[in-house]
């Protein structure tokens, strides 16, 4: 066997070139036979039928291709040189695709696969698979059975190729043809369509156009009594200043009760345009797509309430806090989240003791508990009687029942990223992710309505409100709360003073935002446009709920503070 790394350049004959020399009747080494120079035999191989040198039997002996084969030293070999079988050339440029710079020499019978000298090595050795040097044995491939078989092989699949392909041809033929018929039906229904579509479009314009000409007339209305006021002050404070000044007493007595009386009354007209309200819209797709033309009289709703100017003025007084911490916690308690079930069961997670928590408000103790492996963090109620809770490190979903104060696992939602904020809204979803930043609207089963997903919008969205016409969501990182309509379409951003946390709209459409570096809780305007302080010197408020039944404000504090242990309420004037 040919030592590797050798190339056969020429090719020396071992049989006796004249009967009678005394050189030629003496064994040579056969692999060095074929290189030069020429060698005497120090042994023999019998798996390669060759002779060998002293270097090349204690190479044979090393190699991993040829340290199992059987070796006879000088006393025991045949005394006559075995014929020379002709060899390919050793010239290989085929690399491995495994590594590049080796190039490929060997076959690997068992794997049927082509290797280099280091997959021999690493892969293919001698005591797990037969492997063979290509140009040993690639000579006997010239004229074999083999080879014609392949090559009929070949042959045939050619045929079979040019066949599909005829086929094909024709298939494309009858495929045109159908895509021509369906081109003309699909024009013709799409006619007829845009003209029904054409007239619910004007309809809808129509409607949003008359809301918002309703909203300019009231706001003129305000705008024109805003302007009378200070004129109506002036004209008095003129009148007052000049009837003391000329020392008119009867007129000046007159006048100063005149103004005392103008200013009850403007001061309760003042108050009233302060509290003036526009009407908030936006347009919801009609889903009944496919009766459309039949049964839809619109091509959507504009469905909406009002949206406050300004925010009212509120006093906050804490009434009461509840103890969350419980016997079998292993942690400090940290709430992340809350959610009412009913006006007396509050679900709250402990991300820090793995844990779902049942509050009964009522008793002001915690009636049951759920630990896991994994930490929850926000929570959500479904139904009367089901939560959902996001598990960020399994990118779950988890779906529980509350029934006699136990809480059951129903299903797993698997998401795609890190989940944090959940909210659910009848029938749909709304969470957040950190990982990748984003939010999505979902399906309860999954399937993906709506994606927002750009940087400069969200980093780190970690908290969710919703109501019927608009979504808010709090970023950790970008120090905002921004509005989505259900399209996922902008509407509005608040740029907070500090980091925000948990948030929770009120029944109004004003939310109520966390700050935990600031010991505050701030209520914002539904349109995004102002803000003030609600509660303060509250200890890292990190969740937050609303009752508007009661007008009660549920908060946790942050894992770094004593107050963690507890869920402090906090009464708000109307």
């Not at 002036?234 to 006048?255: H, P, R, V, Y």
Request: charged letters at 25%; proline letters at 3%; aromatic letters at 8%.
């Amino acid at each position: 066997m040919a030592v590797p790394g050798k190339k056969a350049i020429k090719q020396f004959s071992s049989s006796t070139t004249s009967m009678g020399s005394d050189e030629d009747l003496k064994l040579y080494c056969q692999p060095c036979d074929r290189d030069g120079p020429r060698r005497s035999a120090h042994g023999y191989c019998k798996n390669c039928s060759e002779h060998l040198c002293e270097a090349c039997f204690t190479f044979h002996k090393r190699h991993t291709l040829s340290r199992h084969h059987t070796l006879l030293d000088k006393t025991n070999m045949p005394q006559t040189m075995s014929p020379v079988t002709p060899k390919q050339s050793d010239n290989f440029t085929k690399p491995c695709p495994k590594h590049n710079i080796e190039m490929i020499k060997f076959y690997c019978h068992d794997h049927k696969a082509q290797v280099c000298s280091v997959c021999v090595t690493l892969e293919h050795t001698a005591t797990s698979c037969k492997v063979n040097y290509i140009s040993d044995i690639s000579g006997r491939t010239i004229n074999s059975k083999e080879c014609q078989n392949i090559l009929k092989d070949l042959n045939d699949m050619a045929e079979r190729s040019s066949k599909t392909f005829q086929d094909l041809k024709k298939m494309s033929e009858v495929s045109n043809k159908f895509l021509a018929e369906a081109l003309t039906d699909i024009l013709k229904f799409r006619t007829k369509i845009n003209q029904r579509l054409d007239e619910m479009e004007r309809q809808v314009k129509d409607a949003a156009k008359a809301i918002q000409e309703d909203n300019s007339k009231n706001l003129k209305i305000v705008e024109t009594a805003c302007r009378d006021v200070p004129k109506s002050l002036k004209t008095c404070s003129d009148a007052i200043k000049q009837f003391n000044i000329s020392k008119e007493a009867n007129d000046l007595f007159m006048e100063l009760i005149h103004a005392e009386q103008m200013i009850k009354e403007l001061e309760k007209s003042v108050d009233k345009l302060s509290e003036f309200e526009v009407k908030e819209y936006n347009f919801e797709p009609n889903e009944v797509i496919s009766n459309l033309l039949e049964k839809e009289k619109s091509l959507g709703t504009l469905k909406g309430g009002t949206l406050s100017s300004a925010l009212r003025s509120r006093q906050s007084s804490q009434i009461d806090k509840i103890c969350i911490k419980t016997s079998k916690d292993r942690c400090d308690c940290w709430v992340t989240a809350m959610t009412f079930l009913t006006p007396d069961l509050l679900i709250i997670t402990d991300n820090l003791n793995c844990a779902i928590k049942i509050v009964d408000i009522s008793k002001k103790s915690v009636k049951a508990k759920k630990y896991f492996e994994i930490s929850p963090w926000d929570v959500t109620s479904v139904s009367e009687n089901e939560v959902a809770v996001t598990f960020p490190d399994n990118k779950t979903v988890e779906f529980f029942s509350v029934y006699r104060n136990n809480l059951k696992q129903k299903h797993t939602l698997n998401v795609d990223g890190k989940c944090y904020g959940i909210v659910c809204h009848r029938d749909k979803m709304v969470v957040s992710y950190c990982k990748p930043a984003k939010v999505q609207i979902l399906l309860s089963n999954g399937t993906v309505l709506q994606t927002i997903q750009n940087e400069n919008i969200f980093q780190i969205p970690e908290y969710i409100t919703t109501n019927d016409n608009c979504i808010y969501v709090s970023d950790f990182y970008m120090k905002t709360v921004t509005k989505l309509n259900w399209q996922c379409d902008v509407k509005g951003k608040y740029v907070c003073a500090d980091v925000p946390r948990g948030l929770i709209m009120s029944d109004d459409g004003t939310v109520f935002v966390c700050y935990c570096d600031s010991n505050i809780i701030e209520e914002i305007s539904g349109d995004c446009s102002k803000g003030q302080v609600v509660v303060k010197d509250i200890q890292n408020p990190q969740s937050v709920y609303w009752s508007a039944e009661t007008c009660t404000l549920y908060a946790s504090s942050s894992f770094l503070t004593k107050e963690r242990h507890f869920i402090k309420l906090f009464k708000l004037s109307k």
